[in-house]
């Protein structure tokens, strides 16, 4: 037996599948392949057990930086890691073998270095964690499990801080939910980047779950609060809240009356000064002077002389004055409706069945464009026509002219003089019959139509943000079409995304298809992307004949010679089409910017006589049409808005959507849902084809005697923003009326034809186009028009067509239909200096 004596150790990595043990004693050393080193324990120490002198203990993997653990025992022959219940490769143990001088026990050291990598493939486990396996002779011992997790730090607080003003002495309670992290964050309070420490103020109290309470506001803690969170990750700032202290006014003591004045009235007065309103406190309440009536003596008597006299002339004199000026100013506008109505009068342009009041009717030269003559002795300001809304169900008309749809040779259709019949889904039922549109809608409430001839006219969906401008020429004259204009349930339609393609619009229909025009029509509609081009490929998407779509435009490579052309504004997309067909915007993320803009919408059921209420979380595209139907869809279910709608960017980051909810009263309400949130997968909200996405929490009331709800309720993005709902309310007797201010009903009509259409009247708008359509060598045409209505970007598109003016007057009118005003047009018009054209932008009354 060679003794053992200490001496330097050496580190070894073993090679095979024997651990290989190297002591290094001084006086020992193993050479050549005649010896082996050898472990054999003293005898004494052969019964014993080996024992930990160094446990793994938990440790956090910053960024991608491994951590490493560490495990001692004595004695020990053998020392390995186990992770999660699988053994770690040998050739990852780090080795380490000296002796205790004390005890001449023999100490051996293991480390292991763990990757984020490695903690990362553990799927579907909470934790990772490992612990160490010593052996002796007698036996084996294991060590304390230590558990290695990310830490991390969100960027968005659940709940930030809200500004206040209260008033001196009030309690203040500022809210603070930090960012999820791990390990938790600590959170502190700053006022005005000062840290506070409660310790030192008592004034200041931070509850258990953060919150900032002042017990009474001093005008000394009027100032910016911040919530701050920090861990070994990151720190992070809440944005900051304003908290005001403020002092209302109090009035002083009232005067002595004064002596009686010349009106027989004696005053007294206070002033706003015990104390004075300060940083936005209010003004005193009440009167600050006082008069009374005194009777006595003292009071001097006055009676009316010839002052008075010459007040009540010069009274006469100012009225007569006005009426003249009156009578004058009714004269000239007499005079000049005059003119303007015989100039209207003598055009040609409104006798093809749109006929104003106030005009002698003269036999039209085209009067065979029209079967339907207009209606002469109608004494409303509208025009009469061939149109028929989709709810108007009064008249009784026959198909006496034959088929509604006659084929083309090219295999499209034109429509002759047919009219509408008395069942408004008539019209959809006999579309649906025939080959291609077999996939409309048959419910009318998304359907509107309408007839027009070279005049156009405009078809409306309410509510949608959907419509359908046909400006005037695009039909052609000697034409007549019944032309329809409807929105497709995305569940009916099968439109093939593929990628990082998501739908960013309804899928609108308006026809029919094959119609001949001669200028584009405007179709307009919501889209919910963030409108970034930068972050997006944009294509405009056309079903064919055969049922396949196919990309007709790539936004940004648009050529003047396409059929189509497309202007992408902040919420809605202007699709110019020389064709009808169906239509859809479909957007390509080139990166991880990119954003969907998601509307976020609460509803409850409106009465609730059980202990459980359901709160419904819609998290549906941000356009017109779906909250449309899902407004309409809740009130078929009993459902009532509870809070306004939010907004939300949902990035293409390929994290989930997570909905939670907090704070509820403990001794009122519990909440049934056994996790901590609810989660939305990414793809499902991408891909953007299902409509009525939504998450259901189910509270429960311990009584029926409970009706006030207060919570929050959270929905985020992981990894991406979030909005919260702070809710408060009585279940039982919320009188709030936000569906009618949340769905505001459109009252305008669904169809309009003929100049009744329009903003801009007829002859205005053709004298506008031929004086701007001409080229000047100073700029003032078509050019500095686009210019001075913000569409320059769309130059080429303009200068494409025959009339460029037209074509931007079109858009103007898409743009501007129920916010308009032609004053505004009027006043670019003169600053282009065309006072030829600006002359005619007069009031709609008087055209």
């Known amino acids: 037996m060679i003794p053992l004596s ?49 446990e793994p203990e938990d440790e956090y993997i910053v960024k991608n930086k491994p951590v490493t653990l560490t495990c001692r025992s004595t004695p020990a022959t053998q020392i390995y890691f186990k992770c999660n219940g699988e053994w770690v490769h040998q050739d990852d143990h780090l080795i380490e073998r000296t002796i ?35 052996w002796s002779t007698t036996g084996t011992q294991k060590s304390q499990k230590a558990f290695i997790r990310i830490a991390y730090l969100r960027k968005n607080f659940e709940e930030e801080p809200q500004g206040k003003e209260v008033t001196l002495d ?5 809210r603070c939910h930090p960012p999820e992290g791990v390990p938790p964050p600590e959170v502190e309070w700053q006022r005005n980047e000062d840290v506070l420490d409660p310790a030192s103020d008592p004034n200041f109290f931070v509850t258990a779950d953060h919150n900032l309470i002042i017990k009474q506001a001093r005008l000394a803690d009027t100032g910016n609060y911040t919530c701050a969170a920090k861990n070994i990750v990151a720190r992070r700032k809440s944005p900051s809240a304003t908290v005001v202290v403020y002092v209302d006014g109090g009035w002083s003591e009232w005067s002595k009356w004064s002596a009686c004045g010349a009106d027989c009235s004696m005053w007294r007065s206070r002033e706003c000064t015990q104390p004075a309103p300060s940083t936005g406190g209010k003004d005193c309440q009440g009167l600050d002077l006082q008069s009374l009536n005194c ?59 749109f006929q104003p009041m106030g005009i002698k009717p003269t036999k039209p030269e085209n009067s065979h464009l029209l079967t339907i003559q207009p209606d002469l002795t109608s004494t409303s300001t509208s025009y009469q026509g061939t149109l028929r809304s989709r709810h108007d169900t009064a008249g009784k008309f026959s198909m006496a002219n034959g088929p509604l749809l006659d084929p083309l040779p090219n295999g499209s259709h034109t429509l002759h003089n047919g009219k509408l019949g008395a069942d408004p889904g008539e019209f959809v039922s006999r579309l649906t019959a025939q080959g291609y549109f077999k996939t409309l809608p048959r419910d009318v409430d ?14 409306t969906l309410p509510n949608t943000g959907i419509s359908l401008l046909i400006p005037p020429e695009a039909i052609p004259r000697g034409k007549i079409y019944e032309i329809y204009l409807t929105v497709q349930r995305k569940e009916d339609i099968r439109l093939p995304l593929a990628g990082c393609q998501t739908l960013l619009s309804p899928v609108v229909s ?25 972050n997006w490929a944009v294509r405009l998407k056309k079903q064919n004949y055969e049922g396949t779509w196919e990309d007709v435009l790539l936004m940004g ?36 910017g990119a954003a ?57 980051s390929y994290h989930n959507l997570r909905l939670s909810i907090h704070d509820m009263p403990q001794a009122h309400w519990r909440s049934k849902l056994l996790a901590g949130y609810q989660e939305i997968p990414f793809y499902h909200i991408w891909n953007g084809s299902q409509r009525y996405l939504h998450c259901t929490f189910t509270l429960e009331r311990l009584s029926l005697a409970t009706c006030q709800l207060s919570c929050q309720l959270c929905v985020w993005q992981v990894e991406g923003e979030g909005q919260s709902f702070g809710l408060d309310f009585n279940i039982a007797k919320d009188t709030r009326a936000m569906d009618s201010e949340f769905l505001l009903m459109d009252s305008s009509s669904t169809a309009l034809a003929g100049p009744s259409a329009f903003q801009i009247p007829y002859l205005i708008r053709q004298k506008i186009c031929s004086s701007l359509d001409t080229p000047c060598p100073n700029g003032a045409d078509w050019r500095m028009l686009a210019q001075r209505l913000k569409l320059d970007r769309h130059m080429s598109f303009f200068a494409s067509n025959v009339s460029p003016t037209s074509v931007i007057l079109d858009l103007w009118e898409a743009q501007h239909f129920h916010s308009g005003n032609i004053n505004q047009l009027a006043t670019v018009m003169a600053d282009i200096g065309k006072q030829e054209a600006m002359i005619f932008l007069v009031s709609d009354g008087e055209c």
């Not at 064709?579 to 080139?590: I, K, N, P, W």
């Open 170 to 174: 009030q309690e203040v309670l500022l």
């Open 100 to 134: 205790d001088p004390a005890t001449a026990l023999p100490i051996m050291q293991v480390k292991i270095d763990i990757t984020r990598q490695q903690v990362e493939k553990v799927f579907g486990l909470d934790q990772y964690w490992c612990q160490c396996v010593a």
């Open 596 to 652: 969907k803009r998601l509307r976020l919408v609460l509803f409850s059921d409106a009465y609730c006589t059980t202990l459980e209420y359901n709160i419904r979380v819609y998290c549906m595209d941000d356009t017109q049409d779906v909250f449309k139907e899902v407004m309409q869809m809740e009130r078929q279910l009993g459902g009532r808005l509870i809070d306004e709608p939010h907004l939300l960017l949902f990035k293409d």
């Open 6 to 54: 200490p001496g330097p150790f050496v580190r070894c990595r073993s090679t095979s599948t024997l651990l290989m043990l190297c002591w290094i004693f001084a006086g020992f050393t193993c050479t050549g392949s005649e010896h082996a080193a050898t472990s054999t324990l003293p005898a004494a120490f052969t019964d014993l057990l080996p024992h930990f002198l160094v």
């Open 510 to 534: 308006c026809g029919p298809p094959g119609v001949v025009l001669t200028r584009p029509v405007i179709l307009s509609m919501d889209h919910c992307s963030d409108a970034c081009p930068e």
């Open 446 to 459: 998304n359907t509107s139509y309408g007839t027009f001839n070279f005049l156009g006219g405009r078809l």
């Open 295 to 353: 009777t006595s003596l003292e009071c001097p008597q006055t009676a009316s002389g010839a002052e008075d006299v010459a007040l009540y002339v010069g009274m006469v004199a100012v009225a007569l004055c006005l009426t003249l000026l009156l009578i004058v100013v009714v004269l000239v506008y007499r005079r000049r409706k005059e003119g303007l109505d015989a100039d209207v009068a003598d055009s040609s342009i409104l006798t093809t069945g």
């Open 557 to 592: 490579e648009e050529h003047p010679s396409d059929p189509y052309y497309c202007q992408l504004e902040a919420e809605t997309c202007r699709v110019f089409s020389e064709q009808m067909g169906r239509f859809a915007l479909v957007g390509e993320s080139l990166h991880m």
